[in-house]
């Protein structure tokens, strides 16, 4: 889950939370003075009503409570033997409102939610030896929560929300952005400064990850400048010593020479290592250019085959590319011999090199130590020369276009050597 939904959430949940605790705490604090109100009201109108019962004409009586009926809600029935009575619910506000009632009316003082299947709230007293009950309407004694109060209710919910929504998002877009701008400098792509804003934290974060930033790239220049200085400065005297070879040459005049070259393609891999990342990306066709890698290999003699699937043009550094695959075919003829198989394919928005061989392979152990610069396994170092940089070049082109190399054993012997790239 991400930082901003998970933000977004917590908070949510935490209006949620105050929204319903205040609303039973409103609950339990307002139980106590509505409990009371009601209880008056109801001692007031059963003594109201008696008064005007035991002061009215008897013959003026049924009209009398004909009109309480009808004025105030009020069914007064005398009480019989056969009456069948429920009793009141569970409820603490119809237990406290009975408590104050009964602690003013008599102990005698009975209570019922219906009456003869008749419901309301319904309060006993006596006129002498006789009893009647009184029906109150249930509506008093229940709180309505009216579509007035729920829709007023779901507003203040949707404005917490959109809060939240706001909160959440100030919290994670610097992040996103700091996360974005990481991947982009993992792969070698120039930094765009980040906005140096918002809360001091995540401002001074952007302002530290921008001066990290623009380090990162000077100390790139300046590796570049430096290795380009050493290439030009050692290739000037390996060129005459070359030529002075070729017009004076002797009984140890191939060895030199060998080691010249051998020194050329160490010097040639050094700056590899150093541009791997550095090459725009354009728009290419892949299997176009392996197909003319393996041609070159064919025309020196060289056992190399292309399976091409189907993968359509994308974004890659053309060069960086060409070099990565040529180093991992490379390894394979030096360590493995012919012949070597490349093969092409897409898996969702990656896409796949193959590099096979049938050779001794890499053990498991040492698969991510060898991808590292400067390193060789031991039964390699004294065969073929080199300075350990191929595998680390080829990891640092992979790395650059949001993919990995993976180096797998190869069913019936040999290594896989899996080139993948983002599209």
């Not at 990850?209 to 200085?229: K, Q, T, W, Y």
């Not at 993968?311 to 991992?328: C, D, K, Y």
């Amino acid at each position: 889950m991400t930082l901003f939904w998970r933000s977004f959430l917590l908070i949510a949940a935490l209006i949620v939370t105050a929204v319903l605790a205040s609303f039973q705490i409103y609950r339990v604090y307002e139980r106590e003075p509505r409990s009371r109100e009601l209880a008056q009201q109801t001692v007031s109108a059963i003594n109201l009503t008696r008064a005007a019962l035991v002061n009215a004409d008897p013959f003026l009586r049924r009209q009398l409570l004909i009109e309480l009926n009808e004025s105030e809600g009020l069914r007064v029935i005398p009480a019989t033997a056969s009456e069948k009575l429920e009793p009141l619910p569970e409820d603490e506000l119809l237990a406290k409102v009975s408590q104050r009632v009964r602690g003013t009316l008599g102990g005698a003082t009975r209570f019922a939610y219906a009456r003869d299947g008749e419901e309301g709230f319904w309060v006993s007293f006596f006129i002498d030896e006789d009893e009647f009950w009184v029906m109150l309407p249930r509506e008093r004694f229940v709180a309505a929560l009216g579509l007035q109060w729920l829709g007023w209710g779901a507003a203040l919910l949707v404005i917490a929300l959109i809060g939240a929504f706001l909160i959440a998002s100030t919290i994670a877009q610097p992040l996103a952005a700091l996360t974005r701008a990481s991947g982009r400098l993992g792969r070698g792509e120039p930094h765009q400064p980040l906005a140096e804003q918002g809360p001091r934290e995540l401002a001074g974060v952007a302002a530290a990850f921008n001066r990290m930033a623009s380090d990162l790239e000077s100390i790139e220049r300046e590796r570049a400048m430096v290795l380009a200085g050493i290439s030009h400065d050692l290739r000037t005297p390996l060129s005459r010593l070359r030529l002075a070879l070729e017009l004076n040459p002797g009984s140890d005049s191939d060895a030199m020479a060998s080691d010249i070259d051998e020194i050329d393609a160490v010097i040639g891999q050094f700056l590899d290592y150093a541009r791997g990342a550095s090459e725009e990306k354009t728009e290419n066709e892949l299997n176009e250019l392996l197909d003319e890698l393996a041609g070159h290999y064919r025309r020196i003699h060289r056992n190399v085959t292309l399976a091409p699937g189907y993968v359509p043009p994308f974004r890659f550094a053309r060069m960086a590319v060409r070099r990565a695959v040529a180093n991992l075919v490379d390894n394979a003829l030096r360590y493995a011999g012919d012949p070597v198989e490349i093969e092409t394919s897409i898996q969702g928005a990656r896409v796949i090199v193959e590099v096979r061989d049938r050779g001794p392979g890499i053990p498991a152990e040492h698969v991510e130590r060898v991808k590292r610069p400067f390193t060789r396994l031991e039964h390699a170092r004294s065969g073929a020369g080199g300075a350990g940089l191929g595998l680390a070049i080829v990891e640092r082109v992979a790395r650059s276009h949001g993919g990995r190399l993976d180096l797998l054993p190869r069913e019936g012997g040999g290594l896989v050597a899996r080139l993948t790239l983002s599209r």
